[in-house]
T-cell receptor, first 112, second 115 residues
Framework: AQSVSQHNHHVILSEAASLELGCNYS??????LFWYVQYPGQHLQLLLKYFSGDPLVKGIKGFEAEFIKSKFSFNLRKPSVQWSDTAEYFCAVGAGSYQLTFGKGTKLSVIP | ETGVTQTPRHLVMGMTNKKSLKCEQHLGHNAMYWYKQSAKKPLELMFV???????ENNSVPSRFSPECPNSSHLFLHLHTLQPEDSALYLC??????????????FGPGTRLTVT
């Protein structure tokens, strides 16, 4: 069975700092990769996804992620965070028909 | 209503009660899911329905009983729960196709507390 590891439980940044959240997965076959975000008091929303093609994918709100197959990684990045980016971020891997496996999540706190 | 809706948003129940959670999706999707979200644990997939047929059941205790009467509605019937079942229960839906099945849209969840 596949598993997803998010390295940071809680990240605290000042506004305008750069962000990189790590995500590694364990699965040997073809995968679909996702980052979801959960803003305070809101439901999980899709931030970006990778199915195939260009390994650098761009999502909403200036986020991007890079799929590095050799490292089984799909790290999330943003060059300059804003206070409104405060949220919890979940990496997820889809393999097989329906199974979507999530990491434990990383809480991001952005200080104004 | 748009997207995925869930009712109730909060539920407190005793261990001997019977209650049901409801989920409705307004996206025209053909697959629906129940997840359990506990503190400091990854989201746990509980049940998957595709075209109203259960296709996955991830070793969930029988005190949780799902029902999918049509492609837009999903229920989770609860009875004789334990305190450790307290969690946020999320419903999601997706459209068919091998990759897009994983692109799931989530509801706001039901915060369940078992006393």
């Amino acid at each position: 069975a596949q598993s997803v590891s998010q390295h940071n439980h809680h990240v605290i940044l000042s506004e305008a700092a750069s962000l990189e959240l790590g995500c590694n997965y364990s699965y040997g076959g073809t995968v679909n990769l996702f980052w979801y975000v959960q803003y305070p008091g809101q439901h999980l929303q899709l931030l970006l996804k990778y199915f195939s093609g260009d390994p650098l994918v761009k999502g909403i709100k200036g986020f991007e992620a890079e799929f590095i197959k050799s490292k089984f990684s799909f790290n999330l990045r943003k060059p300059s965070v804003q206070w409104s980016d405060t949220a919890e971020y979940f990496c997820a891997v889809g393999a097989g028909s329906y199974q979507l496996t999530f990491g434990k999540g990383t809480k991001l706190s952005v200080i104004p | 209503e748009t997207g995925v809706t869930q009712t109730p948003r909060h539920l407190v129940m005793g261990m001997t009660n019977k209650k049901s959670l409801k989920c409705e999706q307004h996206l025209g999707h053909n697959a629906m899911y129940w997840y359990k979200q506990s503190a400091k644990k990854p989201l746990e997939l509980m049940f998957v329905y595709s075209l109203e047929e259960r296709v996955e059941n991830n070793s969930v205790p029988s005190r949780f009983s799902p029902e999918c009467p049509n492609s837009s509605h999903l229920f989770l019937h609860l009875h004789t729960l334990q305190p450790e079942d307290s969690a946020l229960y999320l419903c999601a839906s997706s459209q068919g196709g091998s990759g897009s099945l994983h692109e799931q849209y989530f509801g706001p969840g039901t915060r369940l507390t078992v006393t």
